[in-house]
């Protein structure tokens, strides 16, 4: 594993992304939970301004929480509930600049104030989403829609799932 340890430059998005992704696949393994792991503490690191990232992995219907960094967090989200339960039930990324104008929003942390949710499709298939919180609205923008969605094309195509994230 490299990292730099070092915290890279929001300056320049691009920049940023394109350094984000290099790192992200320096330290990315076959196996999914070394992965989850890496990635969300790589972008708890990274990001600024945010209060909490992490997985959600689909289990028997609903989203379960998985690998994050931030303060203890829901559980279990049912599909279409909340802004992960719409990323996970429409399979596209929910951008949201206010949570609280988002319908249905659950808040597991009344500090977060904008939120970007990625799904993590493998094949067709949903395997969960990957959840960013910020503390600030209109934290999240397209240039960060898109550094991210390619960071979980990165994580979802270079890891080996269980077949029963699959089925």
Request: hydrophobic share 40%; glycine share 6%; charged share 20%.
């Amino acid at each position: 594993m490299q990292s730099t340890h070092a915290r890279i430059s929001y300056k320049d998005k691009s920049k940023f992304y394109k350094e984000l992704h290099s790192e992200a696949s320096g330290i990315l393994e076959k196996e999914w939970f070394v992965n989850l792991a890496n990635i969300s503490a790589l972008l708890n690191q990274h990001l600024p301004d945010i209060n909490w990232v992490g997985f959600y992995l689909l289990h028997n219907n609903e989203l379960l929480l998985s690998s994050f960094q931030g303060l203890p967090a829901c559980t279990r989200i049912a599909m279409g509930k909340g802004v992960c339960g719409a990323a996970a039930q429409t399979l596209q990324t929910q951008l949201v600049p206010n949570v609280d104008e988002f319908p249905g929003h659950i808040v597991c942390d009344a500090a977060s104030k904008s939120e970007i949710v990625i799904p993590l499709i493998h094949e067709g298939k949903l395997l969960g989403v990957l959840d960013i919180d910020a503390p600030i609205l209109n934290r999240f923008d397209h240039e960060d829609k898109s550094g991210v969605e390619k960071l979980v094309d990165i994580l979802v195509k270079s890891t080996v799932w269980p077949t029963n994230f699959l089925s």
